[in-house]
DNA sequence: ATGAAAGCGCTAACAA
DNA sequence: TTGTTAGCGCTTTCAT
C-alpha cells in the first residue's frame, strides 16, 4: 500500500513534513511556489495521506456511524434504508467523511457496538428506528458521541433531530376515505414501540376518535395478513384499511382478495412508505412517499455541524407525500 | 471520549503498557493473575484501546469496504443490497471489524474512493455490480487492496470470488413453460454490461436457440414497461416472458394486463431475486431467490481471509431457488 | 512563510 | 512472564 510516506514526499519536495501538511491541508499561509512544488511531489509519488496516523493526529476518525439494530427480515422488507444511505454519503463524500455501517443484534451487542465506536472509530453516529423511552438516547448522551435523531423523538434531548410529520399524511388519507364515503376506517399499525409507528397511529386514533380498528403489526407480510383477517373476520368489517407499510398492505391486499374482496370497491387500501414497487400493483396502492434520501441529507448535515461543535438543532424535512393511487378509489 | 489512555490502565494495574497490551490480545503468554488486575483496571477505567491508534501501530484499519457505484434510483430498487449486507455484517462482527459504506457516482469519484480506502482507511474491499471488462478489477489489483469480487466474474484473476449460477434457473425456468406448452418465450435483461445479466441473458439465448425475443432493459420499473410493450407490440407476441428482476416483471405485468391480457392464462410471467412483495402479489409472481445473506457471509470470510495472506479462491454459493408462482400457472 | 520537534495512543521488537 | 524502547505517519505548537 502506501508505503510513501509524508517524509517521502516532503524530501522529494525540498521542504519540511509541516509544509506538506499544510500546503494540503491550508491550515496556514502557503506560498504559491512551495504548495505547486508539493503537489507536484505528492502527484509523483502518488502519495495521499494516511488515514489511521491523521485520525491518531487530529483525534478524529472522519467517519461517522449508522448502528442498525433489526432483524434481517425488516432490513431487507425496508424501501426506507438504502435510499436513505444514499442521500446520507452524497453529503459525506463532500468532507471526505466514511460511512460506517453496523448492523447489530441484542442490546448487549450494540452498546458494545457504540462503546467501540466512540473509542477512536467514528466522530458521530445516526440514530434510526427510535423507540419511545429508547435507552440508546441517554446511552449516547452519556458516551458523550455526537449523534442525530432520524425520526420524531417524543422527549426532550441534547440531540440533533430530522423530523418529518407522520400525523398528517394519515389525516390527509382518512379524510379522502370519508369524502369517498367510508365509515369504518381500519389502521394496521407498526410495532407501537416505534415512534413513528406510534405517531401515526395516534393520528389515526385522533382522526377516527377511537381505536377500535386500530390492530398492531410488526411491519412484516405476515402480520399483515394476519391483522387483515381479523378486521374482516369482525361482525362489521371496515370498509378501508390504512396500513403503516406497504409490505402490510400487500399482504393484506392479498389476503382480502382470496376473500373475494374486490379492491378498492369493497374494501380501500393504503400504504406507507411508497414502496418503489406500489405504483405498479394492479390495484396500484395509495402510498405515502417521504423522500428518504432528503432525510439522510439533512442528517447527515446536521451531524456534521454537531461534530464541529454547533448547537443541536432540530430540523423539520417535510417531504411526506400522498400518492392517491387506485386501491383507495 | 477516551480520555484515558492505555498508560492510564498501566499505572491503575501496576504494570505496563505492554502488558497491558497484550493482556487484552493474547499476543503472548500472561499470567492469569496480572490478566486478572489489567481487566479490573480497564473496567475500572471505562477504557477500550483507541482504534485510530491502534490502526496506526498496526498498519490495519479493521475495516473493510463496499464501494457502491449505482444510481440512487437503482440502490432504491434493489431488494439484494440490505440482506447483503447483513450477512457481511454477521462476518465481521465476529472479529469487530467495521463495514465501511461508500456510494460514489462516476469513475472519478470512484478511483478517488478506492485511493483513499487503500491509505489506511480499510484493508479490503468487496466489489459488487461486476461489469464485462470492469475497470476497477485491474485497478484494485494494481493498488494491491485485498478484494473480493462478488458476483461470476468472466476473466481470470488473482482475486477472490463468490460466484453464483445465474444460468442454471434460467434454464429450469424455461424448461417449466415449454412443458406447460409456451414457445414464444421472451427475455428482457438488465444492462448486459453486467456479467449477471449477460449470464442470463446469455443462458436464455442458449436455451432458446436465438435471441430474437430478447430486450435490453436497465432493472428500472420503465424499462420493464417499455420493453414489455415492444415485445407484446409483435406479431407474433410471445406468451411468456421471463425478466431479470422483480422490478421490470411487476411493470411488465401492469403493462400487459393494461392492455387487457390475463396473466398467466394469456402471458407467463417470472422475474428475479425475488423481492420481498412478490409473493404477496395477484398473481402471486414466480422468482428466483439467491439467499443475498449467504453471499454476503461468503464473501467476507473470503475477504478476511485474504487480508490475512489467504491463498485467492473461488467459492459458488449455490443458492438460488425458483419459485414457481401463480404468474407462470 | 517555513523549519524543528513534540506528541497522538497504541503495538512490537528486543531485553531481562 | 514482564519491562523498555522505538516507532507507526501524521498534525501542530513553538521558533525562526
Redesign the pocket.
Known amino acids: 500500500m502506501?508505503?510513501?510516506?509524508?517524509?517521502?514526499?516532503?524530501r522529494e519536495a525540498?521542504?519540511?513534513?509541516?509544509?506538506?501538511?499544510?500546503?494540503?491541508?491550508g491550515?496556514?499561509?502557503?506560498?504559491e511556489?512551495?504548495?505547486a512544488k508539493v503537489l507536484a511531489a505528492a502527484e509523483k509519488l502518488n502519495?495521499?495521506?494516511?488515514q489511521?496516523?491523521?485520525a491518531?493526529?487530529?483525534?478524529r476518525a472522519n467517519a461517522v456511524a449508522v448502528v442498525l439494530a433489526r432483524d434481517p427480515e425488516v432490513i431487507a422488507n425496508d424501501s426506507f434504508f438504502p435510499a436513505f444511505i444514499a442521500g446520507v454519503e452524497s453529503v459525506l463524500a463532500e468532507t471526505e467523511t466514511a460511512l460506517l455501517l453496523q448492523v447489530v443484534s441484542g442490546r448487549d451487542a450494540e452498546e458494545r457496538a457504540y462503546r467501540t465506536l466512540t473509542?477512536?472509530r467514528a466522530d458521530g453516529a445516526l440514530l434510526l428506528d427510535l423507540r419511545t423511552d429508547d435507552w440508546r438516547v441517554p446511552f449516547l448522551d452519556d458516551l458523550g458521541l455526537p449523534t442525530v435523531l432520524v425520526g420524531t423523538y417524543d422527549q426532550p434531548t441534547g440531540f440533533s433531530c430530522v423530523r418529518t410529520d407522520d400525523a398528517a399524511p394519515v389525516r390527509e388519507i382518512i379524510a379522502h376515505l370519508r369524502a369517498a364515503g367510508h365509515e369504518r376506517i381500519a389502521h394496521v399499525s407498526g410495532p407501537l414501540a416505534y415512534v413513528h409507528s406510534k405517531a401515526r397511529a395516534a393520528a389515526y386514533v385522533e382522526a377516527i376518535g377511537g381505536d377500535e380498528l386500530l390492530r398492531e403489526g410488526d411491519f412484516t407480510a405476515a402480520s399483515g395478513r394476519t391483522r387483515t383477517a381479523e378486521l374482516l373476520a369482525l361482525p362489521e368489517r371496515p370498509t378501508a384499511i390504512l396500513y403503516s407499510n406497504d409490505t402490510m398492505a400487500i399482504a393484506g391486499l392479498s389476503y382480502a382478495r382470496s376473500q373475494g374482496l374486490a379492491i378498492p370497491q369493497d374494501l380501500a387500501i393504503s400504504g406507507f412508505d411508497d414502496d418503489h414497487l406500489s405504483a405498479h400493483l394492479s390495484p396500484a396502492l395509495t402510498s405515502v412517499s417521504s423522500d428518504p434520501a432528503a432525510r439522510g441529507r439533512a442528517a447527515a448535515r446536521l451531524l456534521r455541524a454537531d461534530i464541529l461543535g454547533a448547537q443541536p438543532r432540530t430540523e423539520i424535512v417535510d417531504c411526506n407525500v400522498v400518492h392517491f393511487r387506485d386501491s383507495t378509489s
Open positions: 502506501s508505503r510513501t510516506t509524508i517524509a517521502d514526499v516532503a525540498g521542504v519540511t513534513k509541516a509544509t506538506v501538511s499544510h500546503a494540503l491541508s491550515n496556514r499561509p502557503i506560498s511556489e512551495t504548495k502519495w495521499a495521506p494516511s489511521s496516523a491523521r491518531l493526529a487530529t483525534r473509542h477512536g
